[in-house]
């Protein structure tokens, strides 16, 4: 009867799943809705900064190239840039026949005649060596045979086909030399090598100033890269690779910094400001800029240094611009605000009282010894006496700490030594450690 009554009531039977099967597939839907949202952006802003840095940054390049060969055709025009060119021109002109003759030489003589005697010399060298080792090794009747040997191979002919005459024009002939002639034939030919090297330097040095002369006038004319340049930096951002921007550092600290997944610009070589990528109010605009001070990148190589070890942050986050920056609860680095940007400095440069491109650094350092701060707060780089003090007294407190343990030390043995019941091996231990 129980059970009948049970049946009854069975929910499967007499009531409806479909409230809850509605509120379970509109969870479902809910969280698959927020792992897409989380997939796509949430987690994820880099993918929109990256899309948009891809598509503002061109525009910046086309403008920087129409700058730039707009620049190297009025180069054309310049008075001062086309005289260097043409002085270049003919210094390299007056130089151009004798430079070729002399090439010629190396090429057609001297080269082939250095490799021809070296060949030979290298046989008999090889020979007269190892007779050498075995004389010095060898005794008695041996003895005068390898010496006899050694004589017969220095005095032997070696006959050289298709030698390059040394004044010659390349022709060639046969030449016969003895081991100590073909020794000086070499040594002479290497010298005059070295001879035509010397004069062939001097010969190019006026049309090599003037060349870097040039070079330094474009230079100090051109207003930022060459279209050669723009036209790389185009091709890269054409084929930009989407993703984590990533530098590892795995000694010694295991550095890992991903900044550079949304800071895209800040080691691009030329100068990029907020205006030009979008106007100083656009967030993204401020990310896209280049490095403010490129020269502290070149003495710290990002690849080397990264960038948390000046600037705090969280180097390893992607996932929102406060958590990179490391400015969540319970990160213990977070990023310097712009005001104390040279904070992270102090950490590898402390003791240097004075440190280029820090200013505000040096004014600060420059106040806390003015005011005498580092009479109370050592520093390190600041009044080492107290420093070399301090190291001292820690030495002498050791010393009386040592002093202090061995006499309860010894008070303790005497005890023992004192107690009848005391073992043989504890008395004589005590005693030991008394005396
Ligand atoms: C998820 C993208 C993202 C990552 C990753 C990121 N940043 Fe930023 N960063 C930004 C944005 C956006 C701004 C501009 C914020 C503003 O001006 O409101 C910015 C601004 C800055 C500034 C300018 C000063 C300031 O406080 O606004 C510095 C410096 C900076 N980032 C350094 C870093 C460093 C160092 C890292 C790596 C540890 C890093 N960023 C990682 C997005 C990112
Ligand atoms: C040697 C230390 C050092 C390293 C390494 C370094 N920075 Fe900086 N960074 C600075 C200093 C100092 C400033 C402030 C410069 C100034 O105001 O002239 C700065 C400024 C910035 C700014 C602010 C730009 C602006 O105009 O608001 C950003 C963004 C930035 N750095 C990002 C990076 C990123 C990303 C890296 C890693 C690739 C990096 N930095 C590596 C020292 C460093
Ligand atoms: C992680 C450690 C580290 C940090 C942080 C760091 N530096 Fe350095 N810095 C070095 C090292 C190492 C060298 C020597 C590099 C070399 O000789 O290749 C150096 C060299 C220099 C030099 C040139 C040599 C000298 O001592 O005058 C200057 C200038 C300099 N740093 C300025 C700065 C400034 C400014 C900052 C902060 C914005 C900074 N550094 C942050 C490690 C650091
Ligand atoms: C006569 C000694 C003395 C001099 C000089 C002195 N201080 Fe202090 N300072 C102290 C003492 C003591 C404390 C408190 C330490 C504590 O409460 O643990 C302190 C605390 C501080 C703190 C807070 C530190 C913290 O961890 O909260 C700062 C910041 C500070 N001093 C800065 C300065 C500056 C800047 C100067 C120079 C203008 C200076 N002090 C000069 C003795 C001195």
Not at 343 to 350: K, R, V
């Amino acid at each position: 009867m129980a059970e009948q009554k049970d049946l009854q009531r069975d929910p499967i039977v007499h009531g409806s799943l479909a409230p809850h099967i509605f509120i379970a597939a509109l969870l479902l839907a809910g969280t698959v809705a927020w792992a897409f949202y989380d997939e796509m952006w949430g987690k994820r802003p880099w993918t929109t900064y990256q899309a948009e840095f891809v598509e503002r940054y061109p525009d910046l390049l086309a403008e920087k190239a129409k700058q730039a060969a707009a620049y190297e055709q009025g180069l054309a025009d310049d008075p001062d840039i086309e005289k260097i060119r043409a002085q270049q021109a003919e210094a390299e002109a007056a130089a151009k026949d004798e430079i070729a003759a002399i090439d010629r030489r190396i090429n057609e003589v001297i080269n082939p005649r250095v490799t021809k005697l070296t060949h030979a010399m290298t046989g008999v060298r090889s020979m007269v060596t190892a007779l050498v080792y075995q004389l010095e090794h060898a005794e008695g009747a041996e003895k005068e045979r390898i010496e006899n040997e050694l004589e017969r191979v220095k005095q032997e002919d070696n006959v050289i086909e298709g030698v390059p005459t040394i004044d010659g024009d390349g022709t060639t002939t046969t030449e016969t030399y003895k081991y100590e002639a073909l020794s000086a034939a070499l040594e002479h030919a290497k010298a005059i090598k070295a001879q035509l090297f010397t004069e062939r330097a001097k010969l190019d040095a006026p049309a090599r100033a003037l060349t870097k002369k040039l070079e330094q006038a474009m230079n100090r004319k051109r207003p930022g890269l060459s279209s050669q340049q723009v036209r790389g930096l185009i091709s890269k951002v054409r084929n930009f690779d989407k993703g984590i921007k990533q530098i590892h550092v795995p000694d010694p600290i295991g550095l890992v910094d991903r900044c550079e997944t949304c800071h895209l610009g800040i080691r691009e070589p030329l100068k990029i400001t907020a205006e030009d990528m979008g106007g100083k109010d656009d967030k993204l605009a401020r990310t896209f800029v280049s490095h403010p001070t490129p020269e502290l990148l070149t003495i710290h190589d990002p690849e080397k240094f990264g960038c948390t070890p000046c600037h705090g942050g969280n180097g390893a986050a992607t996932v929102s611009v406060k958590e990179a920056h490391g400015k969540m609860k319970h990160w213990l680095w977070p990023m310097y605000e712009e005001d104390n940007f040279e904070s992270g400095c102090l950490q590898c440069h402390e003791g240097s009282l004075v440190l280029d491109h820090a200013e505000k650094l040096n004014a600060g350092k420059e106040l806390f010894r003015y005011r005498g701060c580092w009479g109370c707060h050592p520093r390190e780089g600041f009044d080492t006496e107290r420093a070399q003090q301090r190291l001292a007294e820690q030495a002498v407190r050791t010393v009386e700490d040592e002093i202090t343990n061995t006499k309860l030390e010894i008070e303790r043995q005497k005890k023992i030594a004192d107690d009848p019941k005391a073992t043989e091996a504890e008395f004589t231990r005590a005693l030991k450690i008394m005396r």
